[in-house]
């Protein structure tokens, strides 16, 4: 362990480069600690051997290590009380009875990213079952099928059919409603293949077009992301990858990797940080995430940001939504 002053002074230099990604100097140390510049210069030095600070080619100032974060986080972090506002804003979301829980996650997320300009996530553990399906035509040629899940979530899907009969298509929801209702939304589109397809004809006389209809609207339910991600583009925005190309478009890239992004999925129900090469995104990112469970709806949220993060504030916002989800 560090003594009380090594704390300090690391403690400080994390905060202060959070702030700014310059190095830090000894000099606003002595100022805010009160201590000479050569106590400072050697317990700096010290903080370095340890493995807690590096030092840069271009400052003699000092960095904090990804070791040196895992220590303040592991031991001197402590959560920064919310503000009222941010508070407010949260809250009046869930207060809106009008939304839907995916809603008000994805409305969160928004204000959260906003807020601290980071890149927020939330995933879903997508296990809920159909209960009912529905049509409403919209013209000749387009209809408009609603799926309802069990777990209360509506999803809708645009369907052209030229020449269709409402009459046939109300025969196909109705054996869909029938046949399939209670089936995980995953195995819907296996289940009318084998269930539902072989005998559709006895009931239905263009039964392929519209079969092919339902079909390819349950595999793009199927196969559509259960991932919402807002700010994603402010990786563009952080002062440390300002002139690193190849760094931002590599990482915006492992943004758009649906097997990566789903990767971030959180087991533990805690608030858990993620430094550099802890997480699977990028060694210069930190994510902090949690696992969230709302009358059965389950799901993973997530902050990305530099390894120089706000922790204490992240950590905070993080916890106030899982809480206000689990309160639903």
């Known amino acids: 362990m560090l003594s009380n002053r090594q704390n300090e002074i690391l403690k400080l230099i994390i905060e202060e480069y959070s702030k700014v990604p310059v190095p830090v100097g000894s ?56 503000t009222g506002e941010d508070m407010l804003n949260l809250q009046t979301i869930f207060q809106n009875k009008s939304l839907v829980l995916s809603d008000a996650i994805e409305k969160s997320l928004e204000i959260i990213s906003e807020i601290t300009n980071y890149t927020a996530i939330n995933l879903e553990n ?7 399906v529905e049509v409403v035509p919209l013209s000749v040629d387009n209809l408009l099928a609603i799926v309802i899940t069990d777990n209360g979530h ?19 929801v109705e054996l869909i409603n029938k046949l399939i209702v209670g089936t995980p939304i995953n195995e819907v589109s296996e289940k009318l293949e084998y269930e539902i397809k072989p005998i559709i004809g006895q009931y239905i006389q263009n039964h392929e077009m519209i079969y092919n209809a339902f079909y390819n609207a349950f595999s793009d339910l199927k196969n559509k992301d259960d991932m919402t991600m807002k700010g994603k583009n402010k990786i563009l925005e952080l002062e440390e990858f300002s002139n690193n190309a190849d ?82």
């Open 154 to 172: 509506v999803e809708n899907k645009k369907i052209d059919l030229k020449n269709s009969d409402l009459e046939e298509i109300r025969k196909t």
């Open 27 to 82: 000099k606003s140390i002595c100022d805010k600690l009160n201590i000479s510049s050569a106590t400072v210069r050697a317990e700096m030095a010290k903080l370095e051997d340890i493995g807690y600070l590096e030092k840069t080619h271009v400052s003699s100032g000092r960095v904090p290590s990804e070791n040196g974060y895992k220590y303040y986080v592991n031991n001197l972090m402590k959560p920064k009380e919310m």
């Open 247 to 328: 760094k931002i478009k590599k990482i915006i890239n492992k943004f758009d990797d649906e097997n990566i992004v789903s990767s971030i999925k959180e087991e533990d129900g805690g608030i858990n940080v993620y430094i550099g090469t802890e997480n699977n995104i990028d060694e210069d990112l930190t994510v902090i995430k949690t696992k969230y469970n709302a009358k059965g709806e389950e799901g993973t949220l997530a902050i990305i940001g530099p390894k120089r993060m706000d922790y204490d504030r992240v950590v905070s916002l993080l916890d106030y939504l899982k809480s206000c989800i689990e309160r639903e």
């Open 126 to 132: 997508n296990e809920s079952r159909l209960k009912k």
